[in-house]
């Protein structure tokens, strides 16, 4: 039987992945994966919003907005992000007409279900943050909108939304580095993001520790500079109480 030597150890080298097409790859990669959070970004904070204002609204006229919204948030949270992508990828492109599908086709249909999947998932976490912001205002300052003469928007608009936005920014900046993260799951759906390519790189290179090394450097660099900006955010602008 043969054993390995246990003095030998492999011998680490980073060399043939930093140039040529290895390095590209794994730029490639990074891009599509900082691509998908500032588009997810972008595109699921206006989506939290009206969710979250939904969940706010007064009951009498809009119970059904509020029940739509409910059970938007309640189904994508129970769901596991990666079976939201497979959804997006598998589903939903089959019940598009079949113009917009065949253009979807011939695009980057991995990343554009990516993109979807991460979107929702993340708007429905986004939403809860938004509402618990909102109602950290105190119910006075709601009364206090309704004497003036102010109607449900616009008492938002002007008086509430501004005191909740101090408590509202540091959990959606937390989100924020979730969806960092969660790029990493667009994989399996097969978009080049980084995973994607990393494990390309590992089975064209036979470096595998040296490759998810640089990866997962890449991935802890990224959610750390998000922690710090949100840092950065939390000193210069703290939470105050709102006033009664």
């Not at 119970?63 to 938007?72: D, E, G, M």
């Not at 938004?130 to 008492?155: C, K, T, Y």
């Not at 979730?178 to 993001?193: D, H, P, Q, R």
């Amino acid at each position: 039987m043969f054993f390995p030597d246990a003095d030998v150890m492999p011998e680490l080298d980073f060399t043939p992945l930093l140039h040529g097409q290895f390095l590209d790859w794994l730029a490639a990669g990074v891009r599509l994966s900082l691509t998908l959070t500032v588009l997810a970004l972008v595109l699921a904070l206006p989506l939290a919003t009206g969710v979250a204002l939904a969940r706010l609204a007064p009951s009498a006229p809009f119970a059904p907005l509020r029940w739509l919204a409910t059970f938007f948030i309640e189904a994508v949270r129970n769901v596991p992000l990666l079976a939201h992508m497979l959804f997006w990828y598998f589903a939903v492109p089959e019940l598009l007409p079949d113009g917009l599908k065949a253009r979807l086709y011939a695009g980057n249909v991995e990343a554009a279900a990516a993109l979807a999947a991460l979107v929702v998932y993340t708007a429905a976490y986004m939403a809860e943050d938004i509402r618990s912001g909102l109602r950290s205002v105190p119910a006075g300052q709601w009364e206090a909108s309704r004497a003036l003469g102010l109607g449900f928007i616009a008492a938002l608009r002007w008086v509430v939304l501004p005191q909740a936005l101090r408590a509202t920014v540091p959990p959606l900046i937390s989100q924020t580095l979730n969806l960092w993260k969660n790029t990493s799951i667009a994989t399996v759906v097969g978009a080049a993001e980084l995973m994607y390519q990393a494990q390309r790189v590992e089975s064209a290179s036979f470096r595998g520790f040296e490759t998810f090394a640089l990866a997962t450097a890449t991935y802890l660099g990224v959610s750390l500079l998000i922690t710090a900006l949100g840092a950065l955010y939390q000193h210069r602008f703290p939470a105050r109480p709102a006033a009664h």
